[in-house]
Every structure is written in structure tokens, then in C-alpha cells.
């Protein structure tokens, strides 16, 4: 005799997928998230170690200007982009003293590095110069020049 499944067979195992599929997904999702984040501290670590070599020649030789940045990653085969396709941010401090006031701010509002910043806005694209501000909380920053490169949330200067 040829038997077939019958209806609470199948919905058993829909049940069960489904279940596998509610427990996978968000954990999939999370090894993403922490993939693209390193990604981004990779990719700034690299840019750092450039610019640390530049500041040991001729600190006037940083890039001017986001554009120049830009011209710079694009000639030494940098990432210009973090993990989330936004540009990676960049500010000279160095001889600059009007960009001060553009730059980024730990808690007691005092810039947290002293020749460049360069930071990626995150996975929600969207920052505030203040680092306790709520949309800089992803930002993937570079902090005491080079000596921290991680999440806002995980800066101990907060």
C-alpha cells in the first residue's frame, strides 16, 4: 500500500522549519553585522598605518580635504567606502586650526584626535560631531590618534 503524508505530518514539519528558520535568521544576521564592523576597523587600521608613515615624513603631506582624501585612497588602492557603501569620513586637524571646531568630540566636548579624524557613520549613515550624541553610538571611529579604532559605544574616552 502506498501511503502518503497527511496534513498534520506536513504542518509538523513547516512547524518545525519554521522554527529553525526563526532561531537561524537572527543569528546569521549578527555575524553579519560584527563582519561588516570589522571590516570597517580593518579598513581604518590600514588608512591609520598609511597616515602614521606620512606624519613620520611630512605631516603637511596629509590629504586637505575630504575630496583629497577621497584622490588619496582611490591612488593607493585604499577602500574609499566602509561595509554599510558610505564614504568614509575625513578631516584634517593638523595646521588647520578653523577645522577644530568640525571635529570629533569625546564627553567633556575636546576633539579626540589631534591630526586627522576619519570615522565611518555606520550601519545608519547618519553622525554628530558630539560622540555622546545617539547617532554617532555606531560610528566606527579612529581615536587618540590611532591608539583606538573600534566602536563609539566601546570608546573608553566616554
Known amino acids: 500500500m502506498n501511503r502518503g503524508f497527511t496534513l498534520i505530518e506536513l504542518l509538523i514539519g513547516v512547524l518545525i522549519a519554521g522554527i529553525i528558520a526563526a ?6 544576521q549578527q555575524q553579519l553585522a560584527e563582519s561588516a564592523e570589522s571590516v570597517a576597523i580593518a579598513d581604518i587600521g590600514i588608512i591609520v598605518s ?3 608613515a606620512i606624519l613620520k615624513e611630512s605631516p603637511d603631506s596629509l590629504p586637505e580635504d575630504q575630496a ?3 584622490a588619496y585612497c582611490q591612488t593607493a588602492g585604499l577602500k574609499c567606502t566602509d561595509p554599510w557603501h558610505n564614504p568614509y569620513q575625513y ?3 593638523f595646521n ?3 577645522n577644530e571646531n568640525q571635529a570629533r568630540k569625546d564627553h567633556n566636548l575636546h ?6 579624524d576619519l570615522y565611518s557613520k555606520g550601519p545608519d549613515g547618519n553622525s554628530v ?3 555622546t550624541g545617539g547617532p554617532s553610538q555606531d560610528d566606527i571611529i579612529c581615536a587618540n590618534d590611532g591608539a583606538y579604532i573600534g566602536t563609539v559605544s566601546s570608546y573608553p574616552g566616554l
Request: aromatic share 14%; proline share 11%; net charge positive.
Open 68 to 70: 583629497a582624501f577621497d
Open 96 to 98: 588647520r586650526p578653523g
Open 111 to 116: 576633539p579626540i584626535n589631534t591630526y586627522f
Open 129 to 131: 560631531k558630539a560622540l
Open 50 to 52: 598609511k597616515f602614521d
Open 23 to 28: 532561531i537561524a535568521v537572527p543569528m546569521i
Open 91 to 93: 578631516l584634517r586637524l
